[in-house]
């Protein structure tokens, strides 16, 4: 009996030594690169501390959390999916705050001209993030409702699971252009932003984020959050397009 619990102990330390200094966060797909940096910028100035990224749609991120998957820290591509995980009791209200801010662009074929709105009613086919759980997705058909545009291209749109797919779309041609943020389609190799989409037609691009309940008990996500405060974690924002205010 006395081995056994002293095998137990040591098997929880073991558990505990290894989950030391790691911080799961969950991180909207269009921030991939700016995140990227920001992470081994951290972890260069903190080699104890270990950060897993999970990327993908905001409302994806947010539901797997809602189901209980590991996250000290979400980044959201919008407010709503926050709010989601604030109005279950995941999130403290208090801990949200501003990240960054984003613009709303069509990228695609240089081939096409695309100057106004209306122009998109030439095109074949356009993709955007399933408006269901991706953000840039929900800004898009809100910019096209806005525009009364909406359902006359409906059966035009090809629907991508994330921001990201939406732009590979673009860039290998499958489409004629896409929806997607600023920041996505300075990555691109082909396409090229062809409409920066009028922003009284959408609400602002907000990215929140927020320690989870987790993210307040665990000290490596606290230092990582408060870096993301700092003056150098907004420069490499800046750096990949996003806006700082």
């Known amino acids: 009996m006395r081995r056994y619990v002293l095998a137990l102990v040591l098997t929880l330390l073991m558990i505990s030594s290894a989950n030391a200094g790691t911080i799961n966060i969950s991180?909207?797909?269009?921030?991939?690169?700016?995140?990227?940096?920001?992470?081994?910028?951290?972890q260069e100035q903190h080699p104890e501390t270990t950060i897993l990224p999970n990327y993908a749609s905001s409302g994806a991120l947010a539901k797997q959390i809602y189901q209980g998957a590991p996250a000290e820290l979400y980044i959201s591509a919008n407010p709503k999916w926050m709010r989601y995980?604030?109005?279950?009791d995941l999130i403290n209200a208090e801990q949200v705050q501003t990240f960054a801010h984003n613009t709303l662009v069509?990228?695609?074929?240089?081939?096409?001209?695309?100057?106004?709105?209306?122009?998109?009613?030439?095109?074949?086919?356009?993709?955007?993030?399933?408006?269901?759980?991706?953000?840039?997705?929900?800004?898009?058909?809100?910019?096209?409702?806005?525009?009364?545009?909406?359902?006359?291209?409906?059966?035009?749109?090809?629907?991508?699971k994330d921001v990201r797919q939406a732009l590979l779309y673009a860039d290998r041609g499958e489409v004629d252009g896409a929806f997607v943020y600023k920041t996505d389609a300075l990555l691109a190799q082909?396409?090229?932003?062809?409409?920066?989409?009028?922003q009284q037609l959408y609400t602002e691009v907000t990215y929140p984020r927020a320690l989870t309940?987790?993210?307040?008990?665990?000290?490596?996500?606290?230092?990582?959050?408060?870096?993301?405060?700092t003056d150098q974690a907004s420069r490499i924002l800046q750096k990949y397009g996003f806006v700082i205010r």
């Open 213 to 229: 309940l987790s993210g307040e008990k665990n000290p490596e996500a606290i230092a990582f959050a408060s870096f993301l405060s």
């Open 106 to 160: 069509f990228t695609g074929n240089p081939e096409k001209i695309v100057t106004t709105m209306n122009d998109l009613l030439a095109l074949n086919t356009l993709a955007i993030g399933s408006p269901k759980s991706v953000p840039a997705g929900q800004y898009a058909q809100q910019a096209l409702e806005a525009a009364g545009l909406y359902e006359k291209l409906q059966s035009r749109l090809v629907l991508a």
């Open 85 to 88: 995980l604030v109005d279950n």
């Open 27 to 42: 991180v909207a797909a269009s921030m991939t690169d700016a995140v990227n940096e920001l992470i081994s910028l951290f």
């Open 190 to 198: 082909h396409a090229q932003i062809l409409l920066e989409v009028p």
